[in-house]
T-cell receptor
Framework: NAGVTQTPKFRVLKTGQSMTLLCAQD?????MYWYRQDPGMGLRLIHY???????AKGEVPDGYNVSRLKKQNFLLGLESAAPSQTSVYFC??????????FGSGTRLTVV | DQQVKQNSPSLSVQEGRISILNCDYT??????FLWYKKYPAEGPTFLIS?????DKNEDGRFTVFLNKSAKHLSLHIVPSQPGDSAVYFC??????????????FGQGTTLQVKP
């Protein structure tokens, strides 16, 4: 029973490089979310999706793009990484807005 | 503009005593409140929640109180145990017919329970 799986767990990028973070859930949840956690800021919503093929902006969407081509996967992309995107990224899924399950996080450092 | 605030970054209590974690919010549209617990190198895990139609919800050692007029909620842990040492996040959502499950989180409070 995997729940929500995030890959990779750690990554170091150089400024300007691009990468994609993958989130996969096996609970058949409709809704999926990407948050970032920064010291003293709590968790802030980047983008979210309420179903396959749909995405929407959260609180801090700038510099990120997302795609939800399959119900079980939610991808977060950084087109041109910046040091301000150094953070811990958490993916979560929920059943129609309830019963959130989080992944274990991806620690990203941009140098 | 921080809609959900946890003004105490840290709290230290003795094992067996009560831990009280506080949370304030500004958005009157919030109607569902949750507490999450987070250990290092792990994702947050759900602890307890409360709907705006209630003022108290209990689950074992954990009780959440909601004061809507003050826009304030608190989490009580009694008795506190060393295994409760973690970061606690307060979160809120505005549900209704268009509920998307978006949660707005507070900054977190680090609880240390000393043996």
């Amino acid at each position: 029973n995997a729940g929500v799986t995030q890959t990779p767990k750690f990554r170091v990028l150089k400024t300007g490089q691009s990468m994609t973070l993958l989130c996969a859930q096996d609970m058949n949840h409709e809704y999926m979310y990407w948050y970032r956690q920064d010291p003293g800021m709590g968790l802030r919503l980047i983008h979210y999706s309420v179903g396959e093929g749909t995405t929407a902006k959260g609180e801090v969407p700038d510099g990120y793009n997302v795609s939800r081509l399959k119900k079980q996967n939610f991808l977060l992309g950084l087109e041109s990484a910046a040091p301000s995107q150094t953070s811990v990224y958490f993916c979560a899924s929920s059943w129609m807005g309830y019963g959130y399950t989080f992944g274990s996080g991806t620690r990203l450092t941009v140098v | 503009d921080q809609q959900v605030k946890q003004n105490s970054p840290s709290l230290s209590v003795q094992e067996g005593r009560i831990s009280i974690l506080n949370c304030d919010y500004t958005n009157s549209m919030f109607d569902y409140f949750l507490w999450y617990k987070k250990y290092p190198a792990e994702g947050p895990t759900f602890l307890i929640s409360i709907s705006s139609i209630k003022d108290k919800n209990e689950d074992g050692r954990f009780t959440v109180f909601l004061n809507k007029s003050a826009k304030h909620l608190s989490l009580h842990i009694v008795p506190s145990q060393p295994g409760d040492s973690a970061v606690y996040f307060c979160a809120a959502s505005a549900g209704g017919s268009s509920n998307t499950g978006k949660l707005i989180f507070g900054q977190g409070t680090t609880l240390q329970v000393k043996p």
